[in-house]
């Protein structure tokens, strides 16, 4: 079991900045992809950066190319999404995923969430 929890979140104005946090616990991180993911209300989850296990290779929803980077430390056991030049339309719940592949298995671990808000 991995164990993350979000931190960051908030209220900011259009054009702001924000940094998440995510502090994983329970299992060895650096076996795991992170990613981050959001959820606007009335909308399905949906995909915003991913980072390797080794940090090397990093992707980013179309939406965010850009704006936000993602990167992490596996010596502190934290992933980072580095957002600038919010808009509105990135309000939603931002969810850290953590995701290994064990024997063509894939497992998926969750965060609880962190709200962010930008107002126009």
């Known amino acids: 079991q991995v164990q993350l929890v979000e931190s960051g979140g908030g209220l900011v104005q259009a054009g702001g900045s924000l940094r998440l946090s995510c502090a994983a616990s329970g299992r060895t991180f650096s076996n795991f992809a992170m990613g981050w993911f959001r959820q606007a209300p009335g909308k399905e989850r949906e995909f915003v950066a991913q980072?390797?296990?080794?940090?090397?290779?990093?992707y980013y929803a179309d939406s965010v190319k850009g704006r936000f980077i993602i990167s992490r430390d596996n010596s502190k056991n934290t992933v980072y999404l580095q957002m600038n030049s919010l808009k509105p339309e990135d309000t939603a719940v931002y969810y850290c995923?953590?995701?290994?592949?064990?024997?063509?298995?894939?497992?998926?671990?969750w965060g609880q969430g962190t709200q962010v808000t930008v107002s126009s």
């Open positions: 980072i390797s296990a080794s940090g090397d290779s990093t």
């Open positions: 995923n953590a995701r290994e592949v064990l024997l063509l298995h894939e497992y998926n671990y």
